[in-house]
Structures are given as C-alpha cells and as structure tokens.
C-alpha cells in the first residue's frame, strides 16, 4: 500500500504566500507523476499542477506564475509554493501520485487526505 500525506495548509491574507509539501510512503518501486489538485466549497475537483519524473511541469491557468511545483524523487516528495494567494485559491489540496508499487506490473493513482488552504480577503 501506498501513503501519501500532505502538510502545509493554514490560513493566510490575500497576496501571501505558503508552501504545501506531500511525502509518499509504503511499498513504493517508482513515482511516475505528482500533482495537486484542489477541491472548492461545492464544486469539483480541478487540476492544480503536475511535474513528471524527469521534472517537467504544467499548471492550471489559473495559477500559472504564482504557483510552482517541485519534487525530490530521492525522498518522494512532492511541493507546491503558492505566492500571490487570492480568496479563490480557498479550497481543499490533495496530493496525487501514480506509483508503481514493489512487485507489481502496474500504475497506481494513490491520493492524500487533504489540506485545507484558506486565503482571506
């Protein structure tokens, strides 16, 4: 099984910054992608950011310039530094990961628990 745990969130003033981190843990052969997504008071989750084994990243419109994506493979982790934070940047963060866990031939898409992210105006 696979385990991935965010920390980070909090509640912070509009045009602040914070830095959300996920650690993936378990019977973990290899990470292909990370990502966050994020899940707002009575809408759907969205994608927020992604970023490949080797490093290559892409985001959401919406936050392309003020967030950026990170990892450390060696760790398995991934990170997520959010500047410019607006009020509509308020939602739940998940952490997302596609493993390919110990003896297994597959790829897994394994989630976090959740971090909430406030940002008041």
């Known amino acids: 099984q696979v385990q991935l745990v965010e920390s980070g969130g909090g509640l912070v003033q509009a045009g602040g910054s914070l830095r959300l981190s996920c650690a993936a843990s378990?019977?973990?052969?290899?990470?292909?992608?990370m990502g966050w997504f994020r899940q707002a008071p009575g809408k759907q989750r969205e994608f927020v950011a992604r970023i490949t084994s080797g490093g290559s990243t892409n985001y959401a419109d919406s936050v392309k310039g003020r967030f950026t994506i990170s990892r450390n493979n060696a760790k398995n982790w991934v990170y997520l530094q959010m500047n410019s934070l607006k009020p509509e940047d308020t939602a739940v963060y998940y952490c997302?990961?596609?493993?390919?866990?110990?003896?297994?031939?597959?790829?897994?898409?394994?989630w976090g628990q959740g971090t909430q992210v406030t940002v008041s105006s």
């Open positions: 997302n990961a596609f493993v390919v866990g110990l003896g297994a031939s597959t790829i897994t898409s394994s």
């Open positions: 378990g019977s973990i052969f290899s990470i292909n992608a």
